[in-house]
């Protein structure tokens, strides 16, 4: 069986629109269907009859006013009504039902970054306590590292120790070997000025 659209069987039964004309409203047609409605609602007033739609919008306008009238400083008439609705007993189980769902949480106040350094930093997440003391422990190990307290700090010390006496010992045999050049040419010079 096919899935998708067609008006019999398959799941859903969307209709496909592709490859038809498209149907664009007139702004003619939406204003005589406007009043068409508007007339329709009004011959339901005179007959004292009420269709679903005009009760939803009564029950919606209440709502609104309600909701204005708590945002609004309590006046006389206002502080009646308001009261009135929050003495209506709570719909459905939400009220038996403690919810600790942390994303819901609507009184959570937050705070500037200026003011959680104010505060101290125990709120941190395990990822920036770990970098906080990765740093910390660099630091104490260069400190220890300058001063020579380290392994490495000791062996690179020895290793400078070593190349010290092979270029001081280097030093001694070019002076010797420059003196014994020296000393060959005074012997040379001597013995020619001799014969």
Do not use: C
């Amino acid at each position: 069986m096919p899935r998708g659209g067609g008006a019999s069987g398959g799941r859903g039964g969307k209709k496909n629109h592709k490859g038809q004309r498209r149907h664009f409203t007139d702004e003619d047609e939406l204003k005589q269907q406007a009043q068409k409605n508007e007339r329709e609602k009004e011959w339901r007033r005179q007959r004292g009859i009420e269709s679903e739609e005009e009760e939803e919008e009564k029950d919606g306008e209440k709502a609104a006013a309600g909701a204005k009238n708590r945002d609004m400083p309590p006046s006389d008439s206002s502080s009646e009504s308001s009261s009135e609705s929050e003495d209506e007993k709570p719909k459905g189980v939400q009220h038996l039902i403690n919810i600790e769902n942390p994303n819901r949480m609507g009184g959570k106040s937050t705070k500037k970054v200026t003011e959680m350094g104010e505060s101290g930093g125990s709120n941190l997440s395990r990822r920036e306590r770990e970098e906080l003391e990765k740093q910390e422990a660099r630091r104490r190990y260069q400190v220890l590292h300058a001063a020579g307290k380290t392994e490495e700090a000791q062996a690179d010390l020895a290793r400078l120790a070593i190349i010290r006496k092979q270029r001081e010992e280097a030093a001694k045999k070019k002076e010797e070997e420059r003196k014994a050049k020296e000393a060959a040419k005074d012997a040379a010079s001597k013995s020619k000025g001799k014969s």
